[in-house]
């Protein structure tokens, strides 16, 4: 018997809940060959509904429980020789003890529930754990999903609609990183992944279906931008699954939005956390785990709980893009989110579990119409790695968290439709892009027995959205509008992601020519008046060039006045082919004798541009009429007099 060690080192793919896969122990747990990691059936999945009062500490036993599979799995990594040579060691050393920690935590999980509620039979049977082989020639990128994403909204992505296959996989880097940065097996400290979860995403067909939208779709979008944690915000910490727990995730998440999230952050703490969104209004939590790459560089968590200790290592990979999008149902309105609702979409534990609630997907810039779920994609020269989240989008209307943090939100059919019970909220649609090294060489954190596979991919959010915020989103989206910075539909092919400061407004729909610039005069035109000095406009009030929103003056509102390149939700889109007309001439129509407005192809920004403004210059050009006059005056009055004192003299 031998373990399989080649490119990745310790690798595998089982399921213990999915129908159809070969296993690789009999029942009794017992190892056979090609063993790779240890698979235990998710205690959280079965539980009956949990009475609040009991919630905290099943949360904290279901953690313990996920501590107690990581710890036995490093005792497998590090035995893994032994093993090889007396199997039997494997179920005396590491499977005998892991049941037995196991039905400790079931029975207290079980007395938990009973002070509450009904008592659960039959949990001590989810007890033992088994090893499985590895299961990586099974996969073929295949995983046709159920199209859980929902509505598209053109991102790109089906949230889990993977028909590509694993051709190409010649390609790219077979080595899987061996020898790369002295990581003698290219894995993570040689627990995954290999050169076969990898893929060359030119070798995979278009798989993404554009969604059915209805009548009565709501068919905007809400964009939030918070930054790509330029703070450097990361912690092991999963407040959602193990609240309470340090280092409950085992792995490393990347923060963006609300920095007071921890392990032990009270709604409270989040609802008075700062927050690296631009919107203020937003508060929510954003995370996910980070991606690194596989280059012998360690982080300073190479010695830390969720990096080094739990076999995540390699240097953290910021992301160069993260899109924020909130989108509407396919077939109908949505509602608000309830604050403090806690949402997880992925399952980090799919290796072992299945791909039930796997719903991550891979691709890479300009290939988007072809998403990955089990394989990291290769991507060509020039091209980024992008992850692609699609959230739940159904809500039971009632709870904000559930016993498995699942079963209280749920994605709508193939239809686009909630099930009974369930009302349609707003999709979080979420993508990452990075900037790494072509082929394999980089990885996902997870759980070490998950072995960085990229089906164990996730995301997590908690809505802290402000309800006057949250009320605007809504209404953009039931109201076909595009709200919020940049661009709330990346295209396919982009590649690069803007700085804040390079973000710029949306521009108006249709095609605006720019007016041409007028020919600069000296004199007014003939036929046309002067216009009066009260009346001309000043620099403060000229209004926008056509196919620009017109600004507004920040000294009066400047609480009103949205971030750059950022809508502000409500407001209705700018006219495009017509500028705003001045405030002060709006004031002054009603008394004033009119006069023929200005023409559109010669706007008053680019017209008073032209003319010198203020100042002796301004003074004299508006005053020399005058002087002539005056002038022309006293000598007409000096004429007349000469000649009447002539024509008194001849009388004489």
């Known amino acids: ?322 899109t924020l999008n909130f989108v509407g149902s396919p077939v109908g309105k949505v509602t608000a989110m309830p604050r403090f609702l806690r949402i997880i979409t992925g399952d980090a534990k799919a290796l072992t579990n299945g791909d039930k609630n796997a719903n991550a997907s891979w691709s890479c810039t300009g290939f988007e119409d072809r998403q990955l779920r089990d394989k990291y994609p290769i991507c060509p020269e020039g091209s980024k790695v992008v992850r692609s989240f699609k959230f739940q989008s159904c809500w039971d209307g009632q709870n904000i968290d559930s016993a498995n943090h699942r079963t209280h939100v749920s994605f709508a059919n193939e239809n686009g439709e909630c099930g009974d019970g369930f009302r349609a909220i707003p999709q979080l649609v979420q993508r990452i892009v990075y900037d790494v090294p072509p082929g394999p060489g980089f990885a996902l954190d997870s759980f070490p027995e998950q072995l960085h596979k990229p089906i164990t991919d996730h995301g997590d959010f908690i809505n802290v959205f402000d309800e006057k915020l949250m009320n605007d989103l809504v209404d953009c989206i039931n109201n076909g509008r595009k709200c919020g910075p940049g661009e709330v539909a990346p295209k396919p092919d982009e590649t690069k992601a803007p700085a804040p400061d390079e973000t710029k407004a949306p521009e108006p729909s249709g095609s605006v020519e720019a007016p041409p610039a007028p020919e600069e005069t000296d004199k007014p035109d003939e036929g046309g008046a002067a216009p009066k000095p009260d009346e001309a406009t000043g620099p403060d009030e000229a209004p926008a060039a056509p196919g620009k929103p017109a600004e507004q003056n920040e000294e009066q509102n400047p609480a009103a006045t949205p971030p750059a390149g950022e809508t502000a939700p409500g407001a209705a889109e700018p006219e495009a082919d017509v500028p705003a007309e001045p405030k002060q001439q709006v004031l002054k129509a009603a008394t004033q004798e009119v006069t023929p407005p200005r023409a559109y192809n010669t706007p008053a920004s680019v017209a008073n541009a032209a003319a010198p403004q203020g100042g002796l210059a301004d003074t004299g050009a508006r005053m020399w009429p005058l002087a002539a006059g005056a002038l022309l005056l006293v000598a007409g009055v000096v004429l007349l007099r000469v000649r009447g004192r002539g024509g008194n003299a001849r009388h004489l």
């Not at 008592?119 to 020639?137: H, I, T, V, W």
């Open 1 to 322: 018997m031998a373990l399989i060690l080649g490119g990745g080192g310790l690798i595998g793919f089982g399921s213990f809940a999915s129908a159809g896969e070969g296993s690789s122990s009999g029942q009794d747990g017992t190892l056979t060959a090609g063993a790779s990691t240890i698979e235990c059936p998710e205690v959280a999945n079965a539980l009956p509904g949990v009475p609040v009062e009991a919630r905290t500490e099943v949360d904290r036993e279901l953690a313990l429980m996920d501590s107690q599979i990581t710890e036995a799995y490093q005792k497998f990594a590090e035995q893994k020789e032994q093993i090889e040579r007396d199997p039997q060691l494997a179920e005396n050393a590491i499977l005998n003890p892991l049941k037995d920690k196991r039905r400790a935590s079931i029975d207290r999980i079980a007395i938990a529930i009973g002070r509450g509620g009904e008592k659960r039979q039959g949990l001590d049977e989810l007890a033992p754990c088994s090893l499985r082989d590895d299961g990586n020639d099974q996969g073929d990128g295949q995983n046709e999903g159920d199209n859980q994403g929902g509505n598209d909204q053109g991102q790109g992505q089906d949230g889990g609609q993977d028909q590509g296959n694993d051709q190409g996989q010649g390609d790219g880097g077979q080595d899987g990183g061996q020898g790369n940065g002295g990581q003698g097996n290219g894995g993570q400290v040689g627990n995954g992944p290999e050169a076969s979860d990898f893929v060359d995403i030119q070798s995979v067909q278009p798989n993404v279906k554009a969604p059915r939208v209805g009548n009565d779709a709501s068919t905007g979008s809400f964009a939030t931008d918070c930054g790509v944690n330029e703070n450097g915000k990361f912690n092991p910490d999963n407040v959602i699954v193990a609240p309470g727990v340090a280092n409950g995730a085992h792995h490393m998440h990347d923060y963006v939005g609300n920095q007071a999230n921890d392990a032990f952050a009270s709604d409270d703490d989040l609802a008075n956390g700062d927050t690296t969104c631009r919107n203020q209004g937003d508060k929510s939590t954003y995370y996910w785990p980070v991606l690194r790459l596989q280059n012998g560089q360690n982080e300073n968590d190479a010695n830390a709980d969720g990096g080094g200790k739990d076999q995540n290592v390699g240097e953290i990979q910021r992301p160069s893009e993260v």
